[in-house]
């Protein structure tokens, strides 16, 4: 039976090409003709737009196309580094952009997939530029924007992050529970696949007449390893890369 991959937060970057590297070999390795990949937000570190002409990009789009091409299913979710995704580069690669939420089978269980920022509430200034950044208008303004000045935007952006989050507490980061279980009832599910806290984890949470839902955390990739998490049909198991 073919066999449904889930990866997140690979953060693909030039400034990172170990880690390209390991990305390139599991694409080239692990999913067959017939087998299904999700990328659940963050594929790349920075996406400034599909017109992207940079080498990183280049070579991306020509290893994920080489992936559609035999044969391969990709869905791919946008994340708060690559909220700028959109179809031209799907169609480009072969792969279907997906909603923020989707709802898949996996494992014999209705999962909802999602890359997991929309979960962090208690990020209150995050969730408000995510808003903004996620709005029509404004990605309609970025998008007429030149390359050049996209990237620098991006930079700014990027450094501004990371400074930001230097000086938070790591658990005003990461999912709420009452959030996780409202997404959970509302979209009538009992497992949730999602990344984006860096928090790799299998949770259980307790659902209205004693039922039990299970929340996968993905790991984020690193340089000389990764996590991927797949289903054979029957199971939901995590294959460790090197």
Known sequence: M?????????????TRPTTLALWQRFIQNGPQTGDSLYI????????VGDDDDAPLAEQVRHTLRQLTQRGVTLGIQRGNRDFMLGTTFARQIGATLLPDQQVLQVAGLPTLLLHGDQLCTDDHAYQKARRCLRNPC???LLRHRSL???????????????ASQSQRNLDELDAVTTTVLDYLQRYQVRQMIH???????VHQHSLPHGQIAYRYVLDEWHPTHASVWVDDGARLYCNRLS
């Not at 659940?40 to 996406?47: A, K, Y």
């Not at 050049?148 to 990371?162: F, G, M, N, Q, V």
């Not at 990344?195 to 790799?200: A, D, I, M, N, V």
């Open 2 to 14: 073919p066999n449904r991959y889930f990866i997140a937060d690979v953060h693909l970057s030039s």
């Open 148 to 162: 050049a000045a996209r990237r620098r935007i991006a930079a700014t952006y990027r450094e501004r992050s990371l």
């Open 40 to 47: 659940l937000g963050d594929l790349f570190d920075i996406w």
């Open 195 to 201: 990344g984006h806290t860096h928090r790799p984890a």
């Open 138 to 140: 404004l990605q309609w």
